[in-house]
Each structure stands twice: as C-alpha cells, then as structure tokens.
C-alpha cells in the first residue's frame, strides 16, 4: 500500500544561499505527485514539507540525506504525518 503521507524535514548545515531550495524544488518535481515548499528558516536550516505517495516522499527524503545537493547537509530530522493539503505545486518560500 503507498498511502499518501506528509514529510516534514529539517535540514542542518551549509544549506542557505547555494541554492538548496531550488534544487529541492526541481527534485521534487521530477520525482513527481509531490506537493509542498521548500523554506529557509533564521536559524540556518531549510525545512522541506512534501505530501504525496509514501514511496516518492522517500525518494525526497533520501535526496536530502544522501543525494548530490548544493552546499553540505550535515544532518537531517524528519517527521511523518497524515496530508493536510492546501498547496499548490510544489514552493520556494
């Protein structure tokens, strides 16, 4: 079963002003069915929310963690939800 699923993310290290919100903006839509944004936050972290089929939020998460990004991800924290819904496509915020 791949329900759809709500993945909240929050990404620690050299992610701010290298393009990391673009380029996980273009992942997202190339992995497709996804939904959400892609936000800087004041401490220095981008949080990424993305709704849509468990498999491909995965991909997205594994992205995050272990794909070629722009800048250095040193870490990062996810939660699991239930879709809340309300966007459209997929934001740089």
Known sequence: MNENVRLTAWV???????????FTRENALGIGNLIGFASNLD??????VA??????CER??????????????????E???????GYDGFEIR
């Open 60 to 77: 997205l998460l594994d992205w995050l963690r272990d794909g070629d990004t722009p800048g250095r991800v040193d870490g990062v924290t």
């Open 43 to 48: 401490d220095g972290r981008v949080q990424v």
């Open 12 to 22: 620690r290290g050299h992610v701010q002003g290298v393009g990391f919100r673009w």
């Open 51 to 56: 709704e849509g089929p468990r498999d491909r």
């Open 79 to 85: 939660i699991w939800a239930t879709p809340k819904g």
